[in-house]
């Protein structure tokens, strides 16, 4: 049941990003409320799947594919959720793909982890946190991109993706709003892993835990420009995507050599 309920929700997120990729390829108007209700469908069978993929009789099984499948599912909700409030359903264009590999991942590639056991309360709070803040700061990351784009087609008078956004202004206040958000996830995330694990900089977690720390002093550095500089465009993009190639390296980066390469688990 839950490896029919993950496809199924592959084919759905699939289904929506290919009728709004057409849609945008032809310069049509995107049909938004079909296109969230396709991932809208896709979302709990999603979840069902990974549920499942997460809570083996051996222990909680946080290998790297069952956490791209967690996080893609996480992103896919979000995506809908900022559609709702503004119009950049353009992010599912991504996010919806990211969800379905995602789930293809947890289900037939092979991954060498020994699911974890008797985790506290704590260490569970700092996991789902820290799953949470990567996955609002991914969303950021794509929403920077989308807003590179779209001042780059604002500069040359292209009209194309622009129809389907709203303006750049609100675009920006969107991005620092995802930031913030994302970055109290990451600082309360941070401070769960001090208060929480035995050893925080012990066991293959040295390396995560100082790139999350340097990307928690980029994202700082953006909001406190931001705020006392007035930051905004090319800054605030670039200063977002390196905080997230930050992040990225520290957590996905680390836990793939570790577990597909050394075979160990992260």
Do not use: C
């Amino acid at each position: 049941m839950p490896t029919l309920a993950g496809l199924a929700a592959a084919a759905l997120y699939l289904i929506a990003s290919v009728l709004l990729g057409r849609q945008l390829a032809r310069g049509e108007a995107p049909q938004t409320a079909r296109i969230l209700g396709i991932g809208a469908l896709a979302l709990p069978l999603h979840l069902l799947s990974v549920h499942a993929a997460l809570y083996q009789p051996a222990g909680l099984d946080l290998s790297l594919f069952n956490v791209i499948s967690l996080v893609g599912w996480l992103i896919a909700t979000l995506s809908i959720a900022m559609t709702l409030y503004q119009p950049v359903v353009t992010l599912t264009l991504g996010a919806f793909p990211l969800a379905a590999l995602g789930i293809l991942l947890s289900l037939f590639a092979p991954d060498p982890y020994l699911p974890l056991r008797g985790l506290s309360p704590g260490a569970q709070t700092h996991i789902m946190l820290s799953l949470l803040a990567y996955s609002v700061l991914t969303i950021a990351a794509a929403h920077a991109v989308l807003l590179a784009i779209q001042d780059r087609h604002l500069r040359q008078h292209k009209r194309g993706l622009l129809r389907t956004l709203p303006p750049l202004v609100t675009m920006e206040r969107l991005l620092f709003d995802l930031i913030a958000i994302g970055f109290v996830l990451l600082t309360v995330a941070i401070l769960t892993g001090f208060l929480t694990l035995e050893n925080f900089f012990g066991q293959h977690v040295a390396h995560k835990a100082a790139f999350t720390i340097a990307a928690w002093a980029v994202f700082a550095v953006l909001l406190g420009g931001r705020h006392f500089l007035g930051w905004r465009g090319a800054t605030a993009i670039r200063f977002t995507l390196w905080g997230f190639a930050l992040l990225l390296l520290g957590f996905y980066g680390s836990k793939a050599v570790l577990e597909l390469v050394l075979s160990r688990p992260a």
